[in-house]
T-cell receptor, first 115, second 114 residues
Framework: DVKVTQSSRYLVKRTGEKVFLECVQD?????MFWYRQDPGLGLRLIYF???????EKGDIPEGYSVSREKKERFSLILESASTNQTSMYLC??????????????FGPGTRLTVL | AQSVTQPDIHITVSEGASLELRCNYS??????LFWYVQSPGQGLQLLLK??????LVQGIKGFEAEFKRSQSSFNLRKPSVHWSDAAEYFC????????????FGSGTRLLVRP
């Protein structure tokens, strides 16, 4: 059974802290994505990665960075957490072998609260 | 640029009633279209997808969707809703470039009356 896992389901951090959200997939997928989900706004893409050590900005990269040192792992980093980064964070992966059709597989999400 | 519109923020139906969730997309070429479902506190699960061919697509959990190019729509339907279908539903379109990105609608929350 294919799986995307995220390191925490719930996380509470303080303003100014450095926050790491980890995502691991066991499907040998090349592409990985980080989204944030807020009510009424759907999913917004923060960053994505085509390959190890490759990264591309999505629609809302400000305040975030990412790291992909191994194919199966994609980390989202909040350098200095702020209250407006309180949100649900979703990780996803996909493979180019689907012909660019883009079907993505999602993890369960991390609900981050920044106080 | 590609975009997806889900005009209904909330929909309430009675258990056993039929359901249709609307999705309109903006895309120049033949789109790759998806419907995902998100149960409370969970990630997204793929319900069905359209790439080409038959415009009526069957998915899991008894859902189907019909691609209508003339209307730029990909509406999701189910003939008889179950209480367990209460969730949020997202329509998405493939960006169609080499990025393999998906563009998501803002979602429709389905409430089911007993």
């Amino acid at each position: 059974d294919v799986k995307v896992t995220q390191s925490s389901r719930y996380l509470v951090k303080r303003t100014g802290e450095k926050v790491f959200l980890e995502c691991v997939q066991d499907m040998d997928h090349e592409n990985m994505f980080w989204y944030r989900q807020d009510p009424g706004l759907g999913l917004r893409l923060i960053y994505f990665s085509y390959d190890v050590k490759m990264k591309e900005k999505g629609d809302i990269p400000e305040g975030y960075s990412v790291s992909r040192e191994k194919k199966e792992r994609f980390s989202l980093i909040l350098e200095s957490a702020s209250t407006n980064q309180t949100s649900m964070y979703l990780c996803a992966s996909s493979t180019p072998s689907s012909g660019g059709r883009g079907e993505q597989f999602f993890g369960p999400g991390t609900r981050l609260t920044v106080l | 640029a590609q975009s997806v519109t889900q005009p209904d923020i909330h929909i309430t139906v009675s258990e056993g009633a039929s359901l249709e969730l609307r999705c309109n997309y903006s895309y120049g070429a033949t789109p790759y279209l998806f419907w995902y479902v998100q149960s409370p506190g969970q990630g997204l699960q793929l319900l069905l997808k359209y790439f080409s061919g038959d415009t009526l697509v069957q998915g899991i959990k008894g859902f189907e969707a019909e691609f209508k190019r003339s209307q730029s729509s990909f509406n999701l339907r189910k003939p008889s809703v179950h209480w367990s279908d209460a969730a949020e539903y997202f329509c998405a379109v493939g960006a169609g470039d080499s990025s393999y990105k998906l563009i998501f609608g803002s979602g429709t929350r389905l409430l089911v009356r007993p």
